[in-house]
């Protein structure tokens, strides 16, 4: 009885030494395996932001700043420390700072309207903007106007019944923060508008301005800062017309 059980002690243990042998080799096999996983997914990481690299460099060739900040803050996200991210990040914020001053250029142009059309016997060409605020239904806008038989004329045109003004009024109105009082008159035909008197002084200063504000009275309101932003405005685009 003594011998069978050992026997059976010795044969347990030669067991459990084969498992042992056996685990320990299959750690060993996989530690290669493991590594080799993880350089491989490095190469693919690196092929993949050096494919994306190609293309900020071809969207910097064609000089397309807009593809290129967004391809470039993708690459410098995605694959921080890239040699692709490093090359990346030497141009990326010069392309950003262009592609935001693109962008601002671009909303402020389209902010402005240019129509040319036939008006009470005759016909008007205008180019106009609405205040960015108020906005929505309580806009106000601002129109530059040439007429053939009214001449050359710059307004505000409300909405309800209009602007509170007693003969010649005055609008207290900065240009870029500078103070800039408008004389201003109602239209005699009871149209929600008011009329600046001097407009051609008005649409000089207003080339080399980017906001005004104009603090006005509304009959249906009370007073109000109107803030029109004016710096996309292409004098180009605004139609001269000969007098009939």
């Not at 685990?23 to 290669?32: F, L, M, R, V, Y």
């Not at 806009?139 to 040439?146: E, I």
């Not at 053939?148 to 909405?159: D, E, I, M, R």
């Not at 109602?186 to 200063?205: Q, S």
Request: aromatic share 8%.
């Amino acid at each position: 009885m003594t011998r069978l059980l050992l026997r059976r002690s010795v044969l347990l243990l030669a067991v459990c030494g084969l498992f042992a042998l056996a685990a320990c080799s299959q750690q060993q096999s996989s530690a290669p395996s493991q590594a080799n996983a993880a350089k491989a997914q490095a190469q693919v990481e690196a092929d993949e932001a050096n494919t994306e690299l190609q293309s900020y460099r071809k969207m910097l060739q064609m000089k397309n700043d807009e593809m290129a900040a967004d391809l470039g803050q993708e690459i410098v996200q995605r694959f921080p420390t890239s040699d692709a991210a490093k090359e990346v990040q030497q141009t990326l914020p010069a392309v950003e700072q262009r592609w935001k001053q693109t962008s601002e250029t671009r909303r402020l142009a389209a902010l402005w309207t240019y129509q040319v059309g036939p008006m009470e016997g005759g016909t008007q060409s205008t180019a106009s903007l609405y205040s960015t605020s108020p906005s929505g239904d309580r806009a106000v806008r601002l129109v530059l106007r040439r007429h053939t038989k009214w001449g050359q004329s710059v307004f505000l045109f409300g909405t309800g019944h209009g602007f509170v003004c007693k003969g010649n009024c005055t609008i207290q109105a900065q240009f870029d923060g500078k103070s800039h009082p408008l004389r201003a008159f109602l239209p005699t035909t009871g149209e929600p508008a008011i009329f600046i008197r001097d407009d051609k002084p008005f649409i000089e200063a207003m080339q080399k301005t980017k906001r005004i504000t104009m603090n006005v009275e509304m009959q249906d309101g009370g007073k109000q800062t109107l803030v029109f932003e004016t710096g996309g405005y292409d004098p180009g685009k605004w139609v001269s017309l000969g007098k009939k």
